[in-house]
């Protein structure tokens, strides 16, 4: 598989240089060539198979031969090695819990099998490579712990100083072997500046080989497909008729897999994108106008983005038609207030915990089926709640109980270093580290 750059469509790339650059010229987004189609037979009868198997057929025509193929099931099958189930909130909403891997949310699928990838292509390069991330919380923790002891490759981590839950920093600073961790005496916004300015530096970069892990690289973003496949499995025996899937988003990388998926023939009636008060796609879909806005901070902070770049990334699947994609997307901004409500009543009425993303998702879902109520569907719980104790407890009065997968992780010691959001320090540390 080719896959070309959105803004410099003439630069094209196999699968190998797409994962290890990251991004393309002018720092476009790599897109496949090809919308490869399932196979009819397999799509209907996806309980027939196996969720490795399923995860391979969603996988191999992105990756093609370069990888081979007992190499890419290994990786598939390491990608979703924890369950991932549908269940039933109420008669209309159901839950895709992807909550339940080593970081206890949704992109531990995508930083897995971007890692593993990035691992494989490496090991012939005699290449080491060094990963750069900035982490509002979320992101850190999966990139982390996917990468960890990953031979040929160091991760640098930047978060915000305080800025994080207690479980999440544990999760960035715990680790050490190949993972450091820099804690910035700033906001989440100086980390991300400073990762772009370090990108932008002629003096590092002939010095480190450097790549991202965000949504943005096609190992991240196409993998999330795989989930999508799998909910259908259980879907197909539990409901007749095609789910309604909302999705909570910040930066699209998520729901734009679906619609992927969707494109190749996977069955779904209507995608919700439900945003927080961040809502640059729900305001898109009412004017037609993309415009990019300040973040404003809210309860949901993974989905706090007001440029969300994997937006043109559907854009481009929808060749642009503006009535198709509103025919099969609707969004909604949820504020915070609505937010702990719906955390509070969802408790309450059906004893089901939500955390803020999923709650943002569950009244988006919600509200579209008030509009809608012959429909049924799912919303992706992206989150474990513990990870975002605060809220939780301020809408239902009850501390979270730490799964026991994370008691030995909160005992572990700190390491981290910590610095002023100053891109001539962050400079230093990394070109002494190498
Ligand atoms: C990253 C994240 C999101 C948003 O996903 P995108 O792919 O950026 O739209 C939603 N919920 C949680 C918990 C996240 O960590």
């Known amino acids: 598989m080719k896959y070309y750059n959105l803004k410099e469509k003439k630069e094209v790339v196999d699968f190998k240089t797409a994962t290890i650059k990251g991004q393309g010229r002018e720092k476009g987004l790599f897109f496949p060539e090809l919308i490869p189609q399932f196979d009819k037979d397999f799509i209907e009868n996806l309980h027939q198979y196996s969720d490795e198997e399923i995860a391979f057929r969603c996988m191999k025509d992105f990756v093609g031969d370069e990888i081979p193929y007992d190499v890419l099931k290994q990786i598939v099958s390491e990608t979703i090695n924890f369950e991932i189930p549908l269940k039933k909130i109420n008669e209309n909403i159901y839950s895709l819990e992807l909550f339940h891997g080593p970081t206890l949310a949704f992109k531990d699928v995508g930083a897995r099998f971007m890692s593993r990838c990035l691992s494989y292509f490496l090991k012939d390069e005699n290449k080491k490579v060094t990963v750069l991330v900035a982490t509002s919380g979320d992101t850190g923790g999966a990139v982390a712990n996917g990468f960890y002891k990953t031979e040929n490759i160091n991760v640098v981590i930047l978060y915000p100083k305080n800025r994080v839950s207690a479980v999440q920093e544990k999760q960035l600073t715990a680790l050490g072997e190949n993972i450091s961790a820099l804690e910035v005496d700033g906001s989440f916004d100086d980390c991300q500046n400073l990762v772009k300015q370090v990108f932008s530096d002629d003096e590092i970069n002939s010095n480190l080989f450097l790549t991202s892990a965000n949504s943005i690289n096609i190992a991240r973003w196409l993998p999330q497909q795989i989930y999508y496949l799998l909910a259908l499995k259980q879907w197909q025996k539990l409901e007749t008729g095609n789910p309604v899937i909302c999705v909570p988003s910040g930066n699209f990388g998520n729901i734009c897999a679906g619609i992927l998926a969707h494109f190749r023939g996977l069955p779904v009636e209507h995608f919700i994108a439900a945003c927080n008060k961040n809502d640059i796609v729900p305001n898109y879909l009412k004017t037609q106008k993309l415009e990019s806005k300040e973040t404003v901070a809210t309860l949901s902070n993974a989905m706090d983005v ?91 009065h009850l501390t979270v109980d730490l799964p026991e997968s994370l008691e030995n992780l909160i005992k572990k010691e700190k390491k981290s270093t910590e610095i002023q959001p100053d891109f001539v320090e962050l400079k230093r540390f990394l070109l002494n580290k190498n």
Not at 328 to 347: A, C, H, N, P, R
């Open 306 to 396: 007001g440029n969300p770049s994997n937006f043109v990334r559907i854009l481009e699947l929808f060749e642009n038609h503006f009535e198709d994609l509103k025919s099969k997307i609707s969004g909604y901004s949820i504020d915070d207030e609505e937010t702990l409500q719906t955390i509070q009543d969802v408790y309450e009425n059906y004893h089901y915990l939500l955390e803020p993303h999923s709650a943002v998702s569950y009244k988006a879902m919600e509200r579209y089926l008030k509009e809608n109520p012959e429909k049924k569907g799912f919303i992706l719980g992206t989150a474990h709640p513990v990870k975002f104790p605060d809220a939780v407890e301020k809408a239902i």
